[in-house]
Each structure stands twice: as C-alpha cells, then as structure tokens.
C-alpha cells in the first residue's frame, strides 16, 4: 500500500484557544455552518492523525480536533501531567464551541478514554460517541502503589525524557513499520506534523512529561461506573488486528465486562487494521462514523 495513490487531503483552518489558561492548537476541516463533530486524539499523537479521514467527513461535518495539552502545538505543562485535566479542557472546550448543543464525540485511543470518561461524568453533554480503540486500561493492583509513587519520585529529580529520532525520514520508516497499511506520503506528513527542527536538531512536539509515570494507578472499576452513567448512544470501533496494540492483551481478556456497562452500544471492526485505525484504513473507518453519527 505504501505506493499507492492517496485521496487528496483538504487543507485545515488552524485556530488557537485558551482553554483553563492554556494555549490549544484546534484544526477545523469542513463548512462552518455544518454541524460539529469533535475529534479527539490519542497519545503521542496530534490533530493532524485526521487529515486522512477528513476527506470523506468533511463533506457533511465541520470537524474540530485539538491538540491535548502538551501534544500538537498546544501548550505544555512543564511538569507532571494530571490525567483529570484533560477532562476539564473538554468541558471548557465544548462550553466555548458548543455551549447549547450536546456535542457528538469520536475519541482514538487516549482521547477515547477520556471521551468516555467525559461522557459518563456529564452524560447531558453528549449527544452520540464513538469510542475508537478507547475501551480503558487493564486493571490495576492496590500493590503496585508503592512502586508507583517510587518511580514518580524518581523522575522530579530526573525529568523523563524521550529518545529524538535521527531525521523526518527515519521517523517515517519507523511508522510504516508499525502500520504496514500506511500510506507513505501520510506517513511523511505525520513526522512531519509529530516533531519540530531545535538548533538544527529534530525534537517530539510532545512534552517529555507525557512519559512520566502515573503515579495514581488506574482504577477500572472506576471507569465502568463512569461508562455506566453514559446516556448517548456508543459506538466501539475495533481494529481487526486484536491485540496488535501493547496495552490491548488484559483489556480484551475482560472486553463482555466492559461492554456490559454501555447500555446503548453498537460495534464495528475495521478489518486490516492495526490500532492506528485512521492512519491504515481512513476510507472504511470514516463510513463507519459517518453512518454512525448520521443517526443523530
């Protein structure tokens, strides 16, 4: 696939909001007029991950996707990162754009939790969402708290930080090797949207915090009371590669316990598709948020 030809992509609006005090970077694709559907990112990630769904979305959609805190060209935090936060720059986020609309959401991966999440916490916010690749955490042990705080102790005296890629080109070919689906020319453009030249050097966009260690562990039983208080119809979106992802082997061991807690869900798998599900098959996943979100 690496050489076939690609739809062409519409160029975005940029804009930039203060959201909590904090610059964020959003990307609008689509007419103005349209309605709105929020489209947010996952980690290490950026607004542009939808250039290459924007094309068939677009059409009927003003697409609004921003940069979370520390990723993209939004504002960093200089400092450990509260998972809770990127919660509240939702709320504040709709409350700016959408204050009278309940909004419809569609979430990759860490946007998905926290889309999730949001959902269940202001259920009369949302209006319809897709959860891609989103479906929580593996769950935790109490035991491991102690190791935990140990570990984030350890990186306030030594920030965390990550490993630069040694050119666009190198960090092109390493996403194409972990999404073999992928265009070439997309992936040239998101190494070129994921880094920034410093002193003739290439660096992330992300905030080396992000690499840090949580040091509140993850709490499932937590989040599928959240998934429980959603009111909105769900949509799962699944890669046909289960488990391609590092994180996905406990979470699909217990995935009926998870989808037990959405009352309205539906599901769709997106065949030949690893977790990057926008980047290997942008065609097949768009027509299945666009069929999903038209039932609104």
């Given at each position: 696939m690496h050489g076939m030809s690609t739809t062409p992509l519409p160029?975005?609006?940029s804009r930039t909001l203060i959201l909590r005090g904090r610059s964020h970077r959003l990307l609008h694709w689509g007419d103005t007029d349209a309605p709105m559907l929020f489209l947010l990112h996952g980690w290490m990630d950026c607004a542009e991950t939808f250039s290459f769904i924007a094309p068939y979305l677009a059409r009927d959609w003003q697409?609004?996707?921003?940069?979370?805190r520390g990723?993209?060209?939004?504002?960093?935090?200089?400092?450990?990162y509260f998972f809770p936060d990127y919660l509240a720059d939702l709320d504040a986020l709709l409350e700016t754009l959408s204050p009278d609309t309940p909004a419809c959401i569609a979430g990759h991966s860490m946007g998905a939790m926290i889309a999730g999440l949001y959902a269940g916490a202001r259920p009369e916010r949302v209006e319809r969402l897709a959860l891609m690749e989103g479906f929580g955490l593996n769950a935790t042990d109490p035991g491991q708290a102690p190791g935990r705080y140990a570990r984030w102790l350890a990186e306030q005296r030594t920030p965390p930080a990550f490993q630069v890629p040694a050119s666009l080109e190198v960090l092109a070919?390493?996403?194409?090797?972990?999404n073999p689906r992928m265009h070439a020319e997309h992936a040239s453009l998101m190494a070129r949207a994921?880094?920034?030249?410093?002193?003739?050097?290439?660096?992330?966009?992300a905030d080396p915090w992000h690499k840090g260690v949580n040091?509140?562990?993850?709490?499932?039983?937590?989040?599928?009371?959240?998934?429980?208080?959603?009111?909105?119809?769900?949509?799962?979106v699944m890669a046909g590669d289960e488990g391609e992802h590092p994180m996905a082997k406990g979470v699909l061991a217990t995935l009926d316990a998870r989808r037990a807690c959405f009352a309205r869900l539906s599901e769709v798998t997106i065949a030949d598709a690893g977790h990057m599900l926008q980047w290997e098959q942008p065609a097949a996943l768009a027509a299945a948020l666009a069929g999903f979100f038209a039932q609104g």
């Open positions: 160029v975005p609006a697409l609004v996707a921003p940069d979370w990723f993209g060209h939004s504002q960093w935090n200089g400092g450990p070919a390493r996403l194409l090797a972990r994921l880094t920034r030249g410093v002193d003739g050097a290439l660096v992330y966009r040091p509140a562990l993850y709490r499932l039983e937590e989040a599928k009371a959240c998934w429980r208080a959603i009111t909105c119809p769900v949509l799962w």
